[in-house]
């Protein structure tokens, strides 16, 4: 297992981050994920600290706030110390039915946490994510807000969840100005049938040092590898009855057609070299993977063993490749006669 800074800060997590949405499976969608109890939860935690994951990653609405509680309930039982694991959790979504039980205001924002500390019977979190974009609220209103937290201590670091570039970019400029603790790291899709996220996004990311979460890196399941354009073998897989999220199924199927080649050749499931592309994605801090059972972690955790040679990565970056966009192609045409000037500056 290697270890990563998140963003711009001294802190390191681990290439992987146990995900907690398949705990508790209370309510209509998150039923649909997983329905773990404290005691399979107990066992997927051990497990991922024992392989040496120390991130966690959950959030206020998942079951209703009862994932909050396996989790911190779980570290408990492990008799995990506190300072041996990083836990990340997130506030947005409804979790009352006030007109203020919701988004990203101030007075969501320091309910939220307080409630969420309760649940998870912490002093603190590590990292507190705004879980996606409010357009009731201001964004300076929301980063006052999670400098507040950080300077009382409820948190350590802040990020974002499924934002625009525009919008993260706005959010770190009134951070700078003011001088507020700024967003440390981007929760967000990515996987290798699904790029978009390279358009605009992942330039920001690296310009501004802010680490990459990535959720769902096996497309809700698509890219397990475990059933076929026709669905056959599909039983059992979420997406037969949650189809989450949106992926051009056509361009994902050609993706495990060249993943599956390569998986066989290195002995191993397409999900690991799935999951192994992402790893090898310099722009990628850490992958969240969520599990219903001890094998499906481990056949997670042991991509982190997977690499992939020059040739490999060609072969999937070419069949995964974002079809030409503008102003990407404009981009790259204009700025030809720079990047060659840079190449021989630097003798590459």
Not at 77 to 99: C, F, Q, S, Y
Not at 277 to 297: C, E, F, M, P, Y
Request: aromatic share 8%.
């Amino acid at each position: 297992m290697r270890y990563r800074k998140l963003g711009r800060t001294g802190l390191f997590v681990s290439e992987l981050c146990l995900g907690t949405m398949t705990f508790g499976g209370t309510g209509e969608v998150w039923s649909q994920i997983g329905q773990l109890q404290q005691s399979e939860a107990d066992a997927l935690v051990g497990r991922s600290l024992e392989a040496g994951i120390n991130f966690i990653d959950t959030a206020d609405v998942y079951s209703q706030g009862i994932s909050e509680q396996i989790t911190g309930q779980a570290l408990r039982n492990l008799k995990i110390a506190r300072e041996d694991v990083v836990i990340a959790t997130k506030v947005l979504g409804e979790v009352g039915k006030g007109p203020n039980a919701r988004g990203a205001s101030r007075a969501h924002i320091m309910d939220g946490i307080k409630a969420s500390l309760k649940r998870m019977q912490l002093d603190y979190v590590d990292l507190y994510q705004i879980h996606g974009f409010d357009p009731a609220t201001p964004i300076e209103e929301t980063v006052r807000a999670l400098d507040n937290l950080v300077q009382h201590g409820y948190v350590r670091y802040v990020g974002v969840s499924n934002w625009a570039a525009w919008q993260i970019m706005k959010a770190l400029g009134i951070a700078d100005k003011h001088g507020l603790a700024r967003f440390e790291s981007l929760q967000a899709y990515y996987t290798i049938a699904g790029r978009d996220l390279e358009r605009e996004i992942v330039p920001l990311l690296r310009s501004e040092e802010v680490g990459l979460m990535v959720w769902s890196p096996l497309a809700g399941g698509l890219l397990s590898g475990k059933f076929t354009r026709d669905q056959k073998g599909a039983e059992g897989n979420r997406r037969t009855t949650f189809d989450f999220p949106p992926v051009d199924k056509a361009r994902a199927f050609d993706c495990v057609d060249v993943m599956r080649k390569i998986a066989d050749a290195k002995g191993v499931s397409v999900a690991q070299i799935a999951l192994a592309w992402l790893l090898h994605q310099q722009h990628v801090t850490s992958v969240i993977i969520g599990a219903k059972r001890l094998d499906q972690l481990d056949d997670n955790i042991a991509a982190t063993q997977v690499r992939l040679d020059p040739d490999e990565l060609a072969a999937l970056s070419e069949i995964s490749a974002l079809p030409p966009e503008y102003p990407g192609w404009m981009f790259e045409r204009q700025g030809a006669y720079r990047r060659n000037q840079l190449a021989d500056a630097f003798g590459v």
